[in-house]
């Protein structure tokens, strides 16, 4: 199969294939480094109130302790920011070593941090904090990996008609990563529950705690993390490396007709003197920080970085806050009216619940719609229900707190979270692993992503002390006075709405072949710089 035009015969037979077989072995490959991902960067928040109680808790106070609030910062911040640090560095390896050598490093380093941080040891707290620290940073370092090699090798295995789709269904496993995390705990704190029958913490305060025996809950549950990671090792290292990067990045014609000939199982000639010939156009030299980049690709990478980066301060100051907001609506009892293992099994069922009841929903309804309605419509509707909802919570807040309304609280809280999954969420990790250069591509979308990893530190964080009361009596323990949540969710309504703005530079990419959006194998001139540059933003 010769590639029409400019068009490598290797990267046309990609771009029409039938849907088949391969999709979905790729799907369920880049997936579960995905279901890892979410599942280990999310379960933190459920056993962080049993961290508390364990290495936090002084028997003569009333109520059981809870993580200081640098600590409480530090434990669930350390992998984000480990995150950021992996999605630059892994995104530039990507391109410089090629997709598949480095996605295995990435899950390897995913397997033995998560076992580690299970295993964090120390005879003091601070000891154990320190540790668990540590490993939860290296675990976010791989994590931060798999954003832009899971992206960037789907988008370069996928045909052009469902490309969308297949990408959005690689990102749509978190949201079943986030659902195992609750159902992992509710399982492992069951379990606890039936064996150790212990008081309420008011009841008998020292008896509430069984120790050893309750410090392995949070440690099992964190070590989890690396089974589904290590099942799909065997795998990812039998996938070839993708087309577009042999080809495009490598300059290796024969290795990638090889291989696709075999995934497809179709003939496809060697175009040796057409890659030859496209290597040594201009279209394929300049790099990323040359005018020429900034000239067709700039203000792409703008969009990319900041509606990422907005969607995430409001994504993750509400999924890290979820258990706050639970017991700020009667959903989670005060801590002192339960033991150390009905805690834990609340909070995860109120997370499996909006995971399973919104979460999951959010991220398939993209996957059915993404190349029907294209990137840029889904991405400004989620934006403008996320603005909406956070406004409708917000300016009524004292209305959403009365006991009879808290069914529409939650009603509410989860329609927002559904429109950022039917919405930015995900089409904001879909469009970067499109839109730019093959030697670039990994490298633009994980500038994207830890773009979006910056927000979500400013929202883990920012709104963690943010969300605190105005009344000085009634912080939590540690904490200075903040705005209130109130105040907090009027902010994240306004950050929702620049991102309607930031989400115009945006280029619509449905339906397109990767080097059409890229302007790789165009010929030179004026008019290839035209066609790169003028992909339309805005879908008139």
Request: charged share 15%.
């Amino acid at each position: 199969m010769a590639g029409a035009g400019g068009q490598l015969g290797v990267l046309n037979a990609l771009d029409v294939a039938k849907t088949q077989w391969y999709h979905f072995t790729a799907i369920v490959i880049a997936g579960m480094g995905f279901f890892t991902d979410a599942y280990d960067l999310f379960c933190i928040s459920l056993v962080t109130k049993l961290l508390g109680r364990i290495y936090y808790t002084d028997y003569t106070k009333p109520k059981p302790g809870v993580l200081p609030p640098n600590v409480q910062a530090a434990v669930t911040g350390v992998a984000l920011c480990g995150t950021l640090a992996g999605q630059l560095f892994f995104g530039w390896l990507g391109d410089k070593l090629g997709r598949k050598k480095v996605y295995g490093i990435t899950l390897m380093l995913m397997v033995v941090c998560s076992i580690a941080s299970g295993l964090s040891f120390g005879s003091s707290a601070k000891g154990v904090m320190a540790t668990l620290c540590f490993f939860r940073f290296w675990l976010g370092f791989g994590i931060g990996g798999d954003y832009p090699l899971s992206a960037t090798i789907m988008s370069e295995y996928a045909n052009k008609k469902t490309r969308g789709a297949f990408i959005a269904a690689v990102f749509a496993m978190q949201g079943f990563g986030i659902m195992a995390g609750g159902i992992v705990a509710l399982i492992v704190s069951s379990a606890f529950d039936h064996k150790y029958k212990v008081p309420t913490y008011q009841e008998d305060a020292t008896a509430s705690m069984v120790l050893p025996a309750f410090d392995y809950v949070w440690r099992i549950i964190l070590m989890f993390g690396a089974i589904p990671a290590a099942l799909t090792y065997y795998w990812r290292m039998k996938m070839p490396e993708t087309a577009r990067y042999t080809a495009l990045v490598a300059k290796n014609a024969k290795q990638a007709a090889s291989d696709m000939s075999k995934v497809l199982q179709v003939e496809i000639e060697a175009e040796e003197d057409k890659v030859q010939h496209l290597i040594e156009s201009q279209n394929q030299t300049f790099g990323l920080f040359s005018k020429e980049f900034a000239k067709r690709h700039g203000l792409h990478l703008v969009g990319t970085t900041t509606t990422w980066f907005l969607l995430d301060i409001a994504f993750y100051s509400q999924n890290l806050f979820q258990k706050d907001i639970f017991t700020a609506i009667g959903w989670i009892p005060p801590a002192k009216e339960m033991n150390a293992i009905h805690e834990v099994y609340r909070i995860a069922r109120a997370q499996t619940l909006i995971a399973l009841c919104s979460t999951v929903p959010g991220y398939w309804f993209t996957v059915a719609f993404i190349d029907y309605m294209g990137r840029f419509a889904i991405q400004l509707m989620g934006f403008f229900f996320m603005t909406v909802f956070m406004f409708a919570l917000a300016i009524p807040y004292h209305h959403w707190t009365l006991k009879e309304n808290r069914i529409g609280f939650v009603v509410m809280y989860s329609l927002t979270f559904f429109f950022a999954n039917f919405g930015p969420n995900a089409t904001t990790f879909v469009v970067p692993a499109e839109i730019f250069p093959a030697r670039l591509r990994s490298t633009c979308h994980g500038i994207s992503a830890a773009a979006g990893k910056a927000g979500a530190i400013v929202g883990a964080f920012g709104f963690l002390y943010a969300a605190q009361s105005t009344d000085p009596a009634k912080t939590d323990a540690g904490y200075p006075t903040g705005i209130g949540v109130k105040n907090s969710l009027i902010m994240l309504g306004v950050i929702n709405f620049f991102g309607i703005i930031f989400t115009l530079l945006v280029p619509e990419s449905k339906g397109k072949s990767l080097e059409e959006l890229s302007g790789e194998t165009e010929e030179d001139g004026a008019e290839a710089i035209e066609a790169a540059g003028s992909s339309r933003t805005v879908p008139v």
